[in-house]
């Protein structure tokens, strides 16, 4: 083939090849002229991305006042996002509240009332979301994207005053565009200390908490879309010495991984998983002792962690020393140091963010 001939293809074939790259290329080969950034920016392009492009989840590690930090596990790589930049958001001002379906939502700081920002950080689109309907203070918040219609859905628990004990779930549904109420709830296992993150499995939000009344410590809380209703799972937690315990998903299983505390040190850092039929968690693997004795964390400092696909990432308050295990084959294995934003070798416990994330081009706000 000679030189000038791949400029001399139809642009579909073109479109072709190039849907088949990691968005990491797409964005440099963007650069390289004219002609091809008219290609990776159109609409057509973008969708046969979509369709075509194998998936490649990142996780979201940790944040700057001016990047959000990604590992991608398929190239071993590192991204520094300018997220806030390109979404037009003040890093002081917001925090990420969720991730789905290659957007992320963002909730406002030192705000009167709350507000959800979403953003696709790679189409340098977001939207901020109207008024709550009643929720003024937020206790929970989980989001489910639907690639199919390419549609998002976000749950959101909380309560109306600050003193009452009354519980309100309202979801915003992107393709209404507004705020749908769901139910009101007395509970005492919904009213918490801190904002909780919920995870999404087969048409049911899960989240981990301890309740601010709850003396048997943390609770698996789940729920119900369809039913529009939240449960006590009542599930015995697998040690009463856990700490800083983490709810996952992984290949439709889900998993909870924490680190066990005794004597002030960290005896062990294990993975568990739910089984659903008996509504009990039943250890699969536990860190080696030569891997923890590495990790040198103070039982104090938190321990972040993130599933996706059969990969399961730790972070720790040190940024760049994180690690994946692997379910398919029980291996762990260290992260490389994210070179390009080495100023963060020791970052603090709010800096941690502890999200999966997959990068799309066709995501809309």
Known sequence: MGRNAWYNLPEEVVEMVFAYLPISEVFKLRLV??????????KSFMELWTNLSPPNPWFLVYHSSDVLSAYDPCYSTWTNMPVYERCVLDSRQVLLMASAGGLLCFRNRNAEYPTLIVCNPLTKTHKVLPEMLHIRYIDIVGMVADKTTNSYKILVTGTSESSTDESITEVYDSRLGRWIYHCNSKQEFLQFW?????????????????????????????????????????????????????????????????????????????????????????????????????????????????????????????????LLYDLSDRSWRWLPENRADARFRAIGRNNLVGMPYEPSLAATV
């Open 33 to 42: 002229c004219k002609q091809w950034k008219s290609i990776l920016t159109s």
């Open 194 to 322: 801190y904002e909780v993150h919920a995870i999404w499995l087969e048409g049911f939000f899960y989240c981990l908490a301890m309740p601010v009344t709850a003396a048997q410590g943390y609770r698996l809380l789940r729920y119900n879309m369809e039913a529009r209703k939240w449960d006590d799972l009542d599930v015995k937690m697998p040690s009463h010495d856990i700490r800083c315990p983490s709810l996952l998903i992984c290949r439709g299983r889900l998993l909870l991984a924490a680190k066990i505390v005794e004597d002030y040190s960290i005896r062990s850092i294990c993975i568990w998983e739910l089984k659903m039929d008996c509504l009990q968690w039943v250890r699969i693997d536990v860190m080696p002792g030569e891997v923890l004795s590495k990790i040198h964390l103070p039982y104090f400092l938190i321990l972040q962690c993130q599933g996706n696909n059969n990969l399961i990432c730790f972070s720790t308050h040190r940024g760049w020393q994180s």
